[in-house]
């Protein structure tokens, strides 16, 4: 069930300025939505061997406290990171958003690989449609 005052988790690969500039659109797109966000490089610690226990277990306990997950799904393959937390929010019953603006077709019949995309409650393709997927939840939660 997804709460509008949960925050939603940005989950997406952070390999690199691109990357990261995109995923703080999505997340400017879902802010804008009137949702919080968590968003992984902004509300963890730097990445060093000391932190990377902590940065863990802010991640899980990030999708713990969210009803919804976006998950930007682009490239050639969903990097790995973002494939482990669709699972777990998956395993734990949350609301998934498949993010894939990528125009590249990987498969025939799929956007993307067939346990990541049958993990997501809904696929989207473009930020404005994100938007509006998003408008319909502050009327009537799902």
Known sequence: MVNVADPVYIAGPLFDEGERWWIEQVEATVAAAGFSTFLPHRDNPPKTAETVGQIFANNVGGIDRA???VASLNGVTTDDG?????????ASNTYIIGLHTDWRRRFDDEVVNLMIERSCDAMVRSLDELTRHLAGWE???C
């Not at 973002?82 to 998956?90: P, Q, S, V």
């Open 67 to 69: 009803s919804i997950v």
């Open 139 to 141: 009327a009537s939660p």
């Open 82 to 90: 973002t494939a482990w937390e669709i699972g777990y929010a998956f």
